[in-house]
């Protein structure tokens, strides 16, 4: 699996969006993105995936540059419930194991 | 989502006794699971792939005699942690693997916390 390499903590004003990003610059062209995240406590919860294109869903946006070395995390209006780690994972799809990194700590204050 | 379960969700034991945790796919099946472990302020570090029907996959450096996982049905992955010691002391997760077609997705149970007294 390709590493990945992400910033170890950020802050965000509640409500407005948290751009998380991913640095990638070793996957493969049949690699995936993957997101989840870690609220303390608690075992992880999937966010979103991509592979090439950008990719929405009720949770979050995710934005791959077009060389696929990077990638943008967003969510769109955090929330106090939003603080958590949250970890970029690069693999191939159907691969099963995830590796998890160190992961960014997002805290989402009022 | 599916919904994965571990039970128990806590448990204290006194060194030398072995503790077995559950993970339990609730609304599917699962023939993959994965176990985890988790120390304080670290990332999750996978432990072993439980196959349903078919002997674990250790990952390098997890003594297989001391985590033994058991996955005797499509939806019920165990593991027992024998001879526990303090150092065993962890946050043990498991997920549920299901695969969809060309995709697929890891459901994560809530995690146990081990403390070895």
């Known amino acids: 699996d390709a590493k990945t390499t992400q910033p170890p903590s950020m802050d965000c004003a509640e409500g407005r969006a948290a751009n998380l990003p991913c640095n990638h610059s070793?996957?493969?062209?049949?690699?995936?993105v993957y997101w989840y995240r870690q609220i303390h406590s608690q075992g992880p919860q999937y966010i979103i995936h991509g592979l090439k294109n950008n990719e929405t869903n009720e949770m979050a946006s995710l934005i791959i540059t077009e060389d696929r070395k990077s990638s943008t995390l967003i969510l769109p209006h955090a929330t106090l419930r939003d603080t958590a780690v949250y970890y970029c994972i690069v693999r191939l799809a159907s691969y099963g194991k995830l590796t998890f990194g160190q992961g960014t700590i997002l805290t989402v204050h009022p | 989502g599916a919904v994965v379960s571990q039970h128990p969700s806590w448990v204290i034991c006194k060194s030398g006794t072995s503790v077995k945790i559950e993970c339990r796919s609730l609304d599917f099946q699962a023939t993959t699971m994965f176990w985890y472990r988790q120390f304080p302020k670290q990332s999750l570090m996978l432990m072993a792939t439980s196959n349903e029907g078919s002997k674990a996959t250790y990952e390098q450096g997890v003594e297989k005699d001391k985590f033994l996982i058991n996955h005797a049905s499509l939806t019920l992955s165990t593991l027992t942690v024998t001879s526990a010691h303090p150092e065993d002391s962890s946050f043990y997760i498991c997920s549920a693997y299901l695969r969809l077609g060309p995709d697929d997705e890891q459901f994560f149970g809530p995690g146990t916390r081990l403390t070895v007294l």
């Open positions: 070793t996957i493969s062209g049949n690699e995936y």
